[in-house]
């Protein structure tokens, strides 16, 4: 049913919310009842002055009868439906339901998107507790600050008298260790505490360097002019450790610079359109340094925005530069189905994917992605590669016009059951 055709019933339901009858609202719009009857029914069409006395008499806008308050509802009421695993929902009828039963659609709305944000909140909790490194040391340095204490206390509490000496170094030690305890708990729990939209990148130097990377846009106009980019200031990092990647990413940002210049870059880019494989052959270049160029340039030289993932032959993100709605674990375990871990199986092969990750966004993305040898490989060494993924997103009234491979964040929350990559059991499925 189409929405222009429920008018009628929207008069209905505020008409019984605001306790008139239908003869008392008749009368006083100065139409008969039965015809009254005819347009909730929506058996007449109405508008014009007719539509705004009747308005008026409910106290609402004539928009929220024509259109409703619902456009923003439906459209969520859609995505819950194309969401929900093994059920059926009557997508057709969804215009209706909204506009007979606000409410409970508004509650089930709602619900979604709550649901949505708790999975999104699991998945990177999950990833976060199961492989951050800075949790795992604070989480082993309290267990075993917890075991000394304890083997302590066992020893002060076994039968037979200590030497006072011996007694009084298992205080200090005792006290010493208690101290210690309540420091590494305090200091995990203000750990745990942090919001995830803090500034603080705890010291894991490639966070800070993303960070320092995201600050700039990924774009670095002096080195567009020409400048070297080991003259680029990086005193924002500040481990050594962040500042060596930073200064080795600088690099490849001033090669891939020297080898695509800006001005002729875009001219390209406006000729060939975003067509990587083209545009590799018109600088003869590789297609590695044409998706880096890609993911770097300033705001506004592409249609949308683009992201960036690199990773190497473990799988384990080397760089990741985020896009809208795009989510990949940054250790580990992520699903094998993404075009980035494909193209690791066929090296020096372009792949191009639509993929439509699962989840409560439903985003999808067009992927570019090759993998390469760093370097290289001689006669006695084998070659180690590397993978490159550009990430597009879909606008989403283009959503469904072409062949996609679904893929996940991983197996651990992601909710797709037909899936012949899982490793082990969804905690987003039922029973888990």
Not at 129 to 153: F, G, K, N, Q, Y
Not at 199 to 224: C, K, Q, S, Y
Not at 373 to 398: C, F, H, K, N
Request: with cysteine; glycine share 6%; net charge negative.
């Amino acid at each position: 049913m189409a929405r222009d055709t429920l008018t009628g019933s929207r008069i209905r339901e505020r008409r019984l919310i605001a306790g008139l009858r239908q003869a008392d609202l008749a009368r006083k719009v100065g139409i008969s009842a039965s015809y009254l009857n005819l347009i909730e029914h929506n058996r007449r069409r109405i508008g014009g002055k007719l539509l705004v006395d009747i308005a008026a008499m409910l106290e609402v806008e004539p928009s929220m009868l024509t259109e409703g308050a619902e456009a923003a509802l439906i459209a969520a009421l859609r995505e819950a439906a194309a969401d929900a695993a093994n059920l059926s929902a009557e997508t057709d009828r969804v215009d209706e339901f909204a506009g007979r039963f606000p409410g409970w659609a508004g509650v089930l709305a709602q619900m979604h998107r709550r649901v949505g944000s708790l999975e999104r909140m699991v998945e990177t909790l999950s990833d976060r507790l199961t492989h951050d490194p800075h949790l795992a040391a604070s989480l082993h340095e309290v267990l075993s600050t917890a075991a000394a204490i304890r083997s302590t206390a066992a020893i002060l509490a076994e039968p037979g008298e200590l030497e006072p000496e011996w007694r009084d170094r298992f205080h200090r030690n005792l006290n010493q260790d208690a101290e210690r305890l309540a420091d590494s708990s305090k200091a995990l729990v203000g750990y745990l505490d942090e919001s995830e939209t803090s500034d603080d990148t705890r010291g894991v130097p490639l966070e800070e360097v993303e960070a320092f990377l995201a600050a700039r846009n990924h774009h670095f106009p002096e080195i567009e002019a020409g400048r070297d980019g080991a003259k680029v200031s990086l005193d924002d990092l500040g481990s050594g450790a962040a500042r060596a990647i930073g200064r080795e990413m600088l690099e490849v940002y001033a090669a891939d610079a020297r080898a695509l210049p800006l001005k002729a870059f875009r001219t390209a880019l406006d000729e060939l359109g975003l067509e990587p494989l083209a545009l590799a052959q018109r600088f003869r270049t590789d297609m590695p340094t044409v998706l880096r160029r890609l993911a770097c340039l300033p705001e506004g030289a592409l249609a949308r925005e683009a992201g960036l993932v690199i990773c190497d032959a473990s799988g384990s993100i080397l760089f990741r530069k985020q896009v809208s709605g795009f989510a990949l674990p940054r250790h580990g375990e992520s699903c094998p189905l993404w075009p980035l871990f494909t193209a690791l199986n066929r090296p020096l092969v372009p792949i191009r994917r639509r993929v439509s990750q699962m989840g409560r966004t439903a985003a999808e993305f067009e992927c570019y992605a090759i993998a390469w040898p760093q370097g290289m490989p001689a006669l006695d060494r084998d070659p180690v590669y590397r993978s490159v993924m550009l990430i597009l997103p879909v606008d989403s009234a283009e959503h469904g016009q072409a062949e996609v491979q679904p893929v996940g964040s991983s197996c651990r929350v992601c909710p797709r059951r037909d899936c012949g990559a899982r490793r082990e059991p969804s905690i987003l499925s039922e029973g888990f």
